[in-house]
T-cell receptor
Framework: LAKTTQPISMDSYEGQEVNITCSHNNIATNDYITWYQQFPSQGPRFIIQGYKTKVTNEVASLFIPADRKSSTLSLPRVSLSDTAVYYCLVGDPYNAGNMLTFGGGTRLMVKP | DGGITQSPKYLFRKEGQNVTLSCEQNLNHDAMYWYRQDPGQGLRLIYYSQIVNDFQKGDIAEGYSVSREKKESFPLTVTSAQKNPTAFYLC?????????????FGPGTRLTVT
């Protein structure tokens, strides 16, 4: 399974754009990159998923370079409610039994 | 409303007692999962089930047991053999048990054993 490395914590201010980078040097050809968000005492929530280049939805953008050895989650104009832990995972959606591993994640603190 | 329910939200038990945590989903998902989360840590996989009447151990299955008699239900029993059972337990489901599929999580059960 591809191992991921992400910063333990980040601080930002309201209204700023936040970029969280995740390294996954041994990502496999069939792996997708998925990001989850977790608020305290709640289950994680899916944010975005991508395979290559750029994916954007109403919540975030995901940038994946051509070599796919890293990815960057971009949160535009964060607010206090974006304070949460963000997890980066890689996995093959077509390989049953290939379980995802949630690492420690990145704790984002948004300040007023 | 479709989703995953876990009950109860808080559970207190005495050391040496077995306790069963409930997880129900009405999403018609084949796969279900149990995770454990300790304070300030990520999620660790306890057990998962790809289909009814089948389940596999995750990374930290010792001291836990599960059953999957119905598609909708995947209860977790924390046995007295689990050395440090106090934790936040999360149940999830996905259409199939493949690593790239979105997992839908329940609200969690916080278990305290004294």
């Amino acid at each position: 399974l591809a191992k991921t490395t992400q910063p333990i914590s980040m601080d930002s201010y309201e209204g700023q754009e936040v970029n969280i980078t995740c390294s996954h040097n041994n990502i496999a050809t069939n792996d997708y990159i998925t990001w989850y968000q977790q608020f305290p005492s709640q289950g994680p929530r899916f944010i975005i998923q991508g395979y290559k280049t750029k994916v954007t939805n109403e919540v975030a953008s995901l940038f994946i370079p051509a070599d796919r050895k890293s990815s960057t989650l971009s949160l535009p104009r964060v607010s206090l409610s974006d304070t949460a832990v963000y997890y980066c995972l890689v996995g093959d959606p077509y390989n049953a039994g290939n379980m995802l591993t949630f690492g420690g994640g990145t704790r984002l603190m948004v300040k007023p | 409303d479709g989703g995953i329910t876990q009950s109860p939200k808080y559970l207190f038990r005495k050391e040496g007692q077995n306790v069963t945590l409930s997880c129900e989903q009405n999403l018609n998902h084949d796969a279900m999962y149990w995770y454990r989360q300790d304070p300030g840590q990520g999620l660790r996989l306890i057990y998962y089930s790809q289909i009814v009447n089948d389940f596999q151990k995750g990374d930290i299955a010792e001291g836990y047991s599960v059953s999957r008699e119905k598609k909708e239900s995947f209860p977790l029993t924390v046995t007295s053999a689990q050395k440090n059972p106090t934790a936040f337990y999360l149940c999830a489901s996905s259409p199939t048990a493949a690593g790239g599929y979105e997992q839908y999580f329940g609200p969690g059960t916080r278990l305290t054993v004294t």
